[in-house]
């Protein structure tokens, strides 16, 4: 069965500085990986995606990840780090089902907190 | 284009109680997903509909049960509430199409269980 560790709970950064979020994966085939951040009270945004292809991905607000398959990982990144950026941060592998579909596995979360 | 829309966005319930939630796709996405957000268990998946049909089943007990209706809408129920059933009730809709994992998802439900 898949599973998703992120190993960071809490993390606190400055505005302005970069931020890396870890994400590593188990999954016996190619995985589809994902970024989801939750803002307080709100459902889960998609920030980026990876299915094949080129392992740097773009994503929304100025965010990145990168896929290493050697490493099982699929960590994300941004370059600064706005006061907005805070939230919860959720790393999932999707994989597809017996009864057709498709389901994701979420990592716990980060919380992302910035400091001013 | 309307998002998907979940309702109501709170509710409180008593122990042996049971509850309805509901789920309103984006306009064309066939496929809704249920997951459930507690802070000791994260997000774990519970049911997927696809065209009326529950396709695939998470692993929760009987007490939790859904049905989509023909305009794809979506509706969840929880009987015989327990307090660990007080959770964060997230639905997500896809479109149809194979492993396209274009999930979309609402709000969510906040439900406590009292």
């Known amino acids: 069965a898949q599973s998703v560790t992120q190993p960071d709970i809490h993390i606190t950064v400055s505005e302005g500085a970069s931020l890396e979020l870890r994400c590593n994966y188990s999954?016996?085939?190619?995985?589809?990986l994902f970024w989801y951040v939750q803002s307080p009270g709100q459902g889960l945004q998609l920030l980026l995606k990876y299915f094949s292809g080129d392992t740097l991905v773009q994503g929304i607000k100025g965010f990145e990840a990168e896929f290493k398959r050697s490493q099982s990982s699929f960590n994300l990144r941004k370059p600064s780090v706005h006061w907005s950026d805070a939230a919860e941060y959720f790393c999932?592998?999707?994989?597809?089902?017996?009864?057709?579909?498709?389901?994701?596995?979420f990592g716990t979360g980060t919380q992302l907190k910035v400091e001013l | 284009k309307a998002g998907v829309t979940q309702t109501p966005r709170y509710l409180i319930k008593t122990r042996g109680q049971q509850v309805t939630l509901s789920c309103s796709p984006i306009?064309?996405?066939?496929?809704v997903s249920w997951y459930q957000q507690t802070p000791g268990q994260g997000l774990q998946f519970l049911f997927e509909?696809?065209?009326?049909?529950?396709?695939n089943k998470g692993n929760f007990p009987g007490r939790f049960s859904g049905r989509q209706f023909s305009n794809s809408r979506s509706e969840m129920n929880v009987s015989t509430l327990e307090l660990g059933d007080s959770a964060l009730y997230l639905c997500?809709?896809?479109?149809?199409?194979?492993?396209?994992?274009?999930?979309?998802f609402g709000s969510g439900t906040r439900l406590t269980v009292v």
């Open positions: 509909y696809f065209s009326e049909t529950q396709r």
């Open positions: 997500a809709s896809s479109p149809p199409g194979g492993t396209n994992y274009g999930y979309t």
């Open positions: 999954y016996g085939a190619t995985p589809y």
């Open positions: 306009s064309g996405h066939r496929s």
């Open positions: 999932a592998v999707g994989a597809p089902l017996t009864g057709g579909g498709n389901k994701l596995t």
